[in-house]
Antibody, heavy 121, light 106 residues
Framework: QVRLQESGPGLVKPSETLSLTCTVSNFSIYNYFWTWIRQPPGKGLEWIGHIYSSGVPNYNPSLKSRLSMSVDTSKNQFSLDLRSVTAADTALYYC???????????????WGQGTAVTVSS | DIQMTQSPSSLSASVGDRVTITCRASQNIRDYLNWYQQEPGKAPKVLIFAASSLQSGVPARFSGSGSGTDFTLTISSLQPEDFATYFCQQTFMTPRTFGGGTKVEI
């Protein structure tokens, strides 16, 4: 059974960098897209971006200037760095696998449990 | 960005009811529309992909329809475990965007 597990600090100070890692178990990271989604408390879902196993990313333009994603195939992990965080970045952060059907439609079919990040001094 | 508008934002229903949730895209997204269910304290789970295809393991009481800009998620007979929040998502182009969610309550 494919499992995704987010890890990283639960508390980050304003203006610092939020760094999260998603570890993929029981499935090879190769040849798939992997994505990050966040959900502020009590609110809806925001797509942060996705990255292919080769390391090519696609970022949400609203975050692009502060965002970096990477893949470590040797550890079967992918990561997110969000710089210069503010209270508006406080959210539950999810990682997920992007599955693309034969017809070319994509969906996020396996999710991590999510990790809560609070930005506060 | 493509804006996704869901309605209603919440609804009250009873076990056995037929429930319909709608999602409208701000431009033509063909059938690049997914529906997710999020139970309290849990990660979202995909129910429907490509507007009308049922994800493996999802009960047949869930169905999706629509194409272009207007889409519908229907639960034919609401079960206790269906009380949750439902989100639509377009994957026609990046950035991927979600609807605001519909909370289905008793």
């Amino acid at each position: 059974q494919v499992r995704l597990q987010e890890s990283g600090p639960g508390l980050v100070k304003p203006s610092e960098t939020l760094s999260l890692t998603c570890t993929v178990s029981n499935f090879s990271i190769y040849n798939y897209f992997w994505t990050w989604i966040r959900q502020p408390p009590g609110k809806g879902l925001e797509w942060i971006g996705h990255i292919y196993s080769s390391g090519v990313p696609n970022y949400n333009p609203s975050l692009k200037s502060r965002l970096s994603m990477s893949v470590d195939t040797s550890k079967n992990q992918f990561s997110l760095d969000l710089r210069s965080v503010t209270a508006a970045d406080t959210a539950l952060y999810y990682c997920a696998r992007v599955n693309i059907t034969v017809s070319g439609v994509s969906m996020m079919d396996v999710w991590g449990q999510g990790t809560a990040v609070t930005v506060s001094s | 960005d493509i804006q996704m508008t869901q309605s209603p934002s919440s609804l009250s229903a009873s076990v056995g009811d037929r429930v319909t949730i709608t999602c409208r895209a701000s431009q033509n997204i063909r059938d690049y529309l997914n529906w997710y269910q999020q139970e309290p304290g849990k990660a979202p789970k995909v129910l429907i992909f490509a507007a009308s295809s049922l994800q493996s393991g999802v009960p047949a009481r869930f169905s999706g329809s629509g194409s272009g800009t207007d889409f519908t998620l229907t639960i034919s007979s609401l079960q206790p475990e269906d009380f949750a929040t439902y989100f639509c998502q377009q994957t026609f182009m990046t950035p991927r965007t979600f609807g605001g969610g519909t909370k289905v309550e008793i």
